[in-house]
């Protein structure tokens, strides 16, 4: 059976290390290697994982931030839990006062007629 593969994006991480904590400071830089990205379409670059990425604009980003794909791109195990099964519990009011709200409860409200 092969493994199951995943993958971490480290683009901000990245950034930060070579002091560029603005999404916008790409935008002018991939603009002189021809790529015209919206201010948006950066953000969701930097800021969310890809799961589609044109060759182009991963050879810019190389460039521009003078590292190696290894360094943008990690690859990890897939996690096998699931993960939106013990939030439905919590919302169901299930698994204790750990899970979800805990003991922070809203007050029932009451409805008086006048």
Excluded: H
């Excluded at 790409?26 to 290697?33: F, M, Q, V």
């Excluded at 519990?89 to 204790?96: E, I, R, V």
Aim: hydrophobic share 40%; net charge positive.
């Amino acid at each position: 059976m092969s493994a199951k593969l995943d993958y971490q994006w480290n683009l901000r991480k990245v950034m930060a290390d070579r002091s560029m904590f603005s999404t916008s400071d790409l935008i002018p830089l991939l603009a002189e290697r021809d790529i015209t990205l919206s201010s948006s379409q950066v953000y969701r670059l930097v800021a969310e994982r890809p799961e589609r990425l044109s060759l182009k604009v991963l050879m810019a980003l190389l460039d521009i931030l003078d590292c190696t794909m290894d360094d943008l791109i990690e690859p990890v195990a897939a996690t096998t839990g699931r993960r939106a099964a013990p939030r439905k519990a919590a919302a169901a009011g299930q698994g204790g006062p750990e899970a979800g709200l805990g003991e922070l409860r809203p007050k029932r409200a009451r409805i008086t007629p006048t």
